[in-house]
């Protein structure tokens, strides 16, 4: 179906008070066409309605005019660069964005999240799940915890089965 059939449909169910089919159709849509902004601020919009701030921003989150309490509500939610970019949903290259705001806000949070993984993502591959790479200390320390965790484990059974023996 295409987008201004849906539109329309969003549009005459938020009239019949569907709203809960009016934020499905429209989630289906930013699925569908993740660089429509317009697609995104109504789909914001519905989750104002709701009372959703954290969603509102998430929606929100590429718009000028958008409302910075929903935005820190969001940016609160996804504190992390890269399970926040994977919730922003946005597909393809910044240049899309259609604004020069959307396309720096976009621009910043895939530059933060490259830096904090320690390497380059961009917006077709993110999953949310990346992690920041470890330094060697931490991995060492990690290693010599584990270590002397499995010293303890055999010393306590060596010396419960001398006392077993005894």
Not at 113 to 121: I, T
């Amino acid at each position: 179906m295409a987008l201004t059939d849906t539109l329309r449909r969003v549009d005459a169910d938020l009239a019949a008070g569907r709203i809960p089919m009016a934020r499905m159709r429209l989630r289906g849509l930013v699925t569908a066409y993740p660089t429509s902004r317009e697609v995104r601020r109504r789909l914001g919009e519905i989750y104002r309605l709701y009372g959703e701030p954290e969603q509102a921003g998430r929606w929100m989150y590429l718009e000028e005019d958008r409302d910075p309490a929903e935005t820190a509500a969001f940016e609160q939610r996804y504190h992390l660069p890269a399970p926040r970019m994977k919730a922003v949903a946005w597909r393809g290259p910044e240049s899309l964005a259609g604004s020069a705001f959307a396309e720096a806000q976009l621009a910043t949070l895939r530059t933060a999240c490259s830096e904090a993984v320690g390497r380059p993502v961009d917006w077709d591959t993110v999953t949310g799940e990346e992690q920041p790479e470890r330094g060697a200390v931490l991995r060492v320390a990690g290693c010599t915890g584990a270590f002397l965790l499995v010293a303890a484990f055999l010393a306590i059974w060596v010396n419960g089965l001398v006392d077993l023996f005894d």
